[in-house]
């Protein structure tokens, strides 16, 4: 952090206790986006939220209704020639259950051994606050932003973001930007900072294998007709080979592969592969062949059967062959892996594979796309140099395995490059009992969200499509 007190800084030191009561007052609102009793905790939520925008100068702050909890929106875009950026947070939270594992009520937030304790404090309604604090500070001392600035935050991040995309092809006009933020991630292992540059996608698919139309004595018809549990099997393990490598012809066509500075960055990471397999209680780690742990689960695809079943499952024994057998399957994809595209390569090879005396069907469950902002992107340079500024480290460049449903949206919908800073503690406990923010990592933040709109300013980001 530089030295010298800027009035940004001497703003935020002199606001600190309003700060905090701020952010308490938004975490004691139970805006649980999943439970229908608390739809109206969700628009206090959007309204808390709303008015702040409102209060520190942000402008066209709206609550937009969707069939499900409100978007807020609201822009301050008067940085001409600079670039715009979209920020995204949401606003509703997890459902607090098992309760009695908190150590205080969830929407009573505390303050214990430096951090704030409550529902939301770190994912996501903690990380909204900083980014309406960084606001409120530029703009109460300078009068003015660096960059123009579109904020949309939702309420139904934690329920799938079930009418968000709807809304985002609605409002498209209004989302123009050069970029989008969001933060709804966090820092590494050991509360090192980090940047996340990639979220894996998903493809879901059922197979159902069906023969006779009841189970058969298999002594009487055994030896004769195919066993639908046999067949399952064989297609599964016709699926992925001894390698970790998935079988299905033109499944790693779009895949984009790790440059050697991606590599590089990976292994750089502090990670214990030994403490890993000892903390999952595994005699071994397995994977694809060529691949570090790290980037077999973050940075490949993968396949998994996540369900299976079918035939006598109980006590003791029953000598019969299953009318049918069942499997869901599953595969994390990454860039540039088309969630559609996957799952007619995965039906198509089902029905190539699957033996001759049985109905195999596959049957899509649902998809989501991957997505990934290059460690070289001038928006992830311009957060990284932030962070280092009001960390006092450099970032470590993270892949995610799992996935936030808008990020991908807002690349296909909105065409736009995705910059995921986000700043909770890793052992944040979100979506537990006990989450929690330290607020070193809130307080700094805040200062580098502050920063980080000077670095967008200092890029050319968009500038082509300005001239
Ligand atoms: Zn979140």
Redesign the pocket.
């Known amino acids: 952090m530089t030295t010298t007190t800027t009035d940004l800084d001497a703003y935020l030191d002199a606001n600190r206790d309003r700060r905090i009561a701020s952010y308490e007052a938004f975490l004691r609102i139970p805006s649980i986006s999943a439970l229908p009793q608390h739809a109206a905790d969700c628009k206090r939520a959007a309204a808390f939220v709303a008015d702040e925008l409102r209060e520190m100068g942000v402008e066209h702050v709206e609550i937009s209704p969707t069939a499900g909890h409100p978007v807020v929106y609201g822009d301050w875009l008067h940085a001409d020639g600079a670039p715009t950026v979209l920020v995204y947070g ?1 606003y509703d939270v997890q459902p607090v259950d098992p309760l009695e594992l908190w150590v205080s009520p969830p929407f009573e937030p505390v303050v214990r051994d430096g951090r704030i304790l409550a529902r939301g404090a770190a ?2 309604k903690g990380q909204i606050h900083m980014h309406l604090r960084a606001t409120e500070a530029i703009l109460a001392t300078k009068g003015r932003l660096p960059v123009n600035l579109r904020f949309l935050f939702e309420g139904e ?2 329920s799938a973001s079930e009418h968000l995309e709807k809304w985002l092809a609605a409002n498209h006009a209004r989302l123009a930007a050069d970029v989008a933020v969001i933060s ?1 991630t966090g820092f590494f292992e050991g509360n090192l900072p980090a940047i996340t540059l990639s979220l894996r996608g998903i493809m879901y698919a059922q197979i159902d294998v069906i023969g006779a139309p009841v189970d058969l004595h298999s002594g009487g018809f055994g030896g004769a007709v195919e066993n639908p549990a046999n067949a399952l099997a064989r297609i599964i393990a016709g699926l992925k080979g001894e390698d970790g490598r998935i079988q299905i012809p033109g499944f790693y066509d779009d895949v984009v592969e790790l440059s050697a500075a991606d590599r590089s960055a990976l292994a750089k990471l502090p990670f214990d592969e030994e403490a890993y397999r000892e903390a999952l209680g595994l005699p071994a780690l397995v994977g694809e062949v060529g691949y570090t742990t790290l980037e077999r689960r973050g940075v490949r695809p993968t396949l998994d059967v996540n369900g299976l079943w079918g035939g006598f499952q109980g006590d003791g024994a029953k000598t019969i062959i299953p009318a049918h057998a069942h499997a869901k399957v599953s595969c994390r994809l990454v860039a540039n892996q088309d969630p559609e595209r996957i799952f007619e390569l995965f039906r198509d090879h089902v029905a190539r594979i699957a033996p001759p005396g049985v109905r195999t069907t596959v049957t899509s469950l649902g998809g989501g796309r991957p997505s990934l902002t290059p460690m070289d992107h001038p928006a992830t340079q311009a957060a990284a140099r932030a962070i280092e500024a009001a960390f006092g480290r450099a970032p470590l460049y993270i892949r995610e395995g799992g996935s ?1 449903p808008v990020c991908a949206s807002f690349e296909t919908v909105l065409g736009l490059p995705v910059v995921l800073a986000g700043f909770t503690n890793p052992d944040d406990n ?1 979506h537990a009992p006990n989450e929690s923010m330290v607020l070193d990592n809130y307080e700094r933040g805040i200062r580098a969200i502050a920063r980080l709109w000077d670095e967008i300013a200092a890029t050319k980001l968009g500038a082509a499509a300005r001239a």
Request: no cysteine.
């Open positions: 949401h994912d996501d991040e934690e709804d936030i979100a």
